[in-house]
T-cell receptor, first 112, second 113 residues
Framework: ELKVEQNPLFLSMQEGKNYTIYCNYS?????LYWYRQDPGKSLESLFV?????AVKQEGRLMASLDTKARLSTLHITAAVHDLSATYFC????????????FGTGTRLKVLA | DAGVTQSPTHLIKTRGQQVTLRCSPK?????VSWYQQALGQGPQFIFQ???????QRGNFPDRFSGHQFPNYSSELNVNALLLGDSALYLC????????????FGQGTRLTVV
């Protein structure tokens, strides 16, 4: 059974600091997704990673995928308060099936 | 393009009742998946519909059922509601083989009292 684990579960950081969220998954998959969720809201797509070594950046966020290690990272550079949210990674159980297995989520709080 | 739309946005039901949630997929999409997100947890896959048939199913009891219509819209039905069914229900649509990701709707918040 495919399992997706994120760490840390909770992250409180100061503005201006850097940090990395880790996403480990248990079986082979070459599609990984990162989402942001604000309280009471739906999922906002951040990154789609489709191959080993994929790296994508948007503003202060950068995501990467290592399919051999079954690991994805979401790196936050110089955090700002607006980045406070819950971040989820999700893995497509079998490429192209769109049956997503989500991680536990990382609740990020950026302190001013 | 309206994207994926779900209705209603909020719903309160009593234990034992039945509920129907609705989803209209993004224009051009023919596959609809449903997810349940309990408070403080990640979304969990319920099932997926394609060509009006259930194609994949997650670990949910038979109280959860669905339907897809010829226009690709979908319904999620939950019978004999339990307090534990309180959650955000998300619908996602895809055009099979066309897209690299699924597109999520804004969700329906179901509260069972």
């Amino acid at each position: 059974e495919l399992k997706v684990e994120q760490n840390p579960l909770f992250l409180s950081m100061q503005e201006g600091k850097n940090y990395t969220i880790y996403c480990n998954y248990s079986t082979t998959s070459d599609r990984l997704y990162w989402y942001r969720q604000d309280p009471g809201k739906s999922l906002e797509s951040l990154f789609v990673l489709l191959s080993n070594g994929a790296v994508k950046q948007e503003g202060r966020l950068m995501a990467s995928l290592d399919t051999k290690a079954r690991l994805s990272t979401l790196h936050i550079t110089a955090a700002v308060h607006d980045l406070s949210a819950t971040y989820f990674c999700a893995v497509d159980k079998a490429s192209g099936t769109y049956k997503y297995i989500f991680g536990t989520g990382t609740r990020l709080k950026v302190l001013a | 393009d309206a994207g994926v739309t779900q209705s209603p946005t909020h719903l309160i039901k009593t234990r034992g009742q039945q509920v129907t949630l609705r989803c209209s997929p993004k224009s051009g999409h023919d596959t609809v998946s449903w997810y349940q997100q309990a408070l403080g947890q990640g979304p969990q896959f319920i099932f997926q519909y394609y060509e009006e048939e259930e194609r994949q199913r997650g670990n949910f009891p038979d109280r959860f059922s669905g339907h897809q219509f010829p226009n690709y819209s979908s319904e999620l039905n939950v019978n004999a509601l339990l307090l534990g069914d309180s959650a955000l229900y998300l619908c996602a649509s895809t055009g099979l083989g066309q897209d690299t990701e699924a597109f999520f709707g804004q969700g329906t918040r179901l509260t069972v009292v």
